[in-house]
């Protein structure tokens, strides 16, 4: 579902590389969900929230944490995004050399779209950046659906869904039922703790409104 930064110590070189890395591919990381995995790195909290500041300010669009503390559940009331558990690697990516940012296109292309006509159960990943993705069926818990324009559920939405993955501020989310682990668009995102309790179990949508993700009840 993401990309995963793995930072090494002594973590200024780190950055350092990172940085060149940028520098030679500036649009490797637009768009794209990543995950930082802690699990190379002895920190405190302070040091992550350090380490999470350095890397927003390089427009890296974090959507979660690995590898950090137990103790650290629950990190995104300080601002932090929420701790990961599960995940499974799926191959190295080579930041290409030189590739240069996508020009953007005289006129948009027409509005690619993904039917599923059927559940998606726990632990299946539904990958579909070209455009919306609408679900005819329910997402179980584990599952994650990311889609680079809308998503739509017809059925319960109990697992992650992700939009606008590749920068798309005008993507949304509608579910049937609402009991989601993870709702994101744009790189913006909230857990199920930051839902409002009375919009559970409804049908919902979800867009942005500038910076803040907003959330109401389609009943």
């Known amino acids: 579902m993401a990309l995963v930064l793995a930072p090494e110590p002594p973590i200024t070189d780190w950055l350092i590389e990172l940085d060149t890395q940028i520098q030679r591919s500036p649009a490797f990381f637009q768009g794209r969900p990543v995950v930082v995995d802690l699990s ?32 650290w559940l629950g990190s995104e009331a300080w601002g932090l995004p929420p701790m990961m558990t599960g995940s499974r690697p799926a191959g190295l990516i080579e930041i290409p050399d030189g590739a240069p940012a996508a020009a953007a296109p005289a006129e948009p292309p027409p509005a690619a779209s993904l039917l599923l006509d059927r559940p998606v159960r726990s632990g299946q990943s539904v990958i579909f950046p070209e455009g919306d993705v609408t679900v005819v069926g329910s997402v179980a818990s584990g599952a994650e659906i990311i889609a680079g324009g809308s998503i739509h559920i017809y059925g319960t939405l109990r697992g992650r869904a992700i939009a606008g993955s590749n920068g798309n501020g005008q993507a949304r989310i509608f579910c049937r039922k609402l009991e989601a682990e993870l709702l994101a668009i744009d790189g913006l995102y909230k ?19 500038g910076d803040v993700m ?3 009840a389609l009943d």
């Open 40 to 71: 190379a790195l002895p920190m405190r909290k302070q040091d992550l929230t350090a380490l999470i500041e350095d890397l927003q300010r390089r427009d890296i669009r974090l959507i979660g944490i690995e590898g950090a503390d137990p103790a």
């Open 214 to 216: 907003i959330m109401a």
């Open 191 to 209: 857990t199920a703790d930051d839902m409002e309790p009375k919009l559970r179990g409804k049908t919902v949508q979800a867009w942005l409104d």
